[in-house]
């Protein structure tokens, strides 16, 4: 942990935030929108893509046990979650961190570091994140029924919210 990663965890300490966890619901919201794949293919932009939304090192020809997908699976989440605590300055509900799990995993933490959706969300301003969660709904440029309503499912995730009938 390098000095400006301690400062922040320190930071957080005394703001009474603790490290969270992807709770059953938002691990259900991932895997409904991510689907599982034991072999390799090519998502809506063309990155080789495997199990559930993998992308590091896959290639095409690539297969995997529905086992390694699981396994895959909850070690990203430790990396996802972890970019939550980072860079998420105020107090989250459970169901607000579980959408924004999803969110960062669906679309990468440069995504979320460089997102006026974060800056809503640490200017404390929650009752408006769910409209910056929904503007997320694009890949290659072109808006997709499948990030809409993925998108939509997050948003009612994070209100606390019945999110399954989207």
Known sequence: MDKKESKEKESKEKKGKKEMKI?????????????????????????????????????????????QAEAWLDEELHEYQSYIDDMVEVSLLQNQFDALVSWVYNLGPSNLKSSTLLKVLNSGEYKNV?????????????VLEGLTRRREAEAFLFEGKEWKQV
């Open 130 to 142: 769910p409209e910056q969660i929904k503007r997320w709904n694009k890949a290659g440029g072109n």
């Open 23 to 67: 709770s059953h619901e938002g691990l259900s919201l991932i895997k409904k929108f991510e689907g599982c794949k034991l072999e390799a293919y090519q998502d809506a932009v063309g990155i080789w893509t495997i199990a559930y939304g993998r992308i590091k090192e896959v290639k095409e020809g690539h297969t995997c046990t529905q086992e």
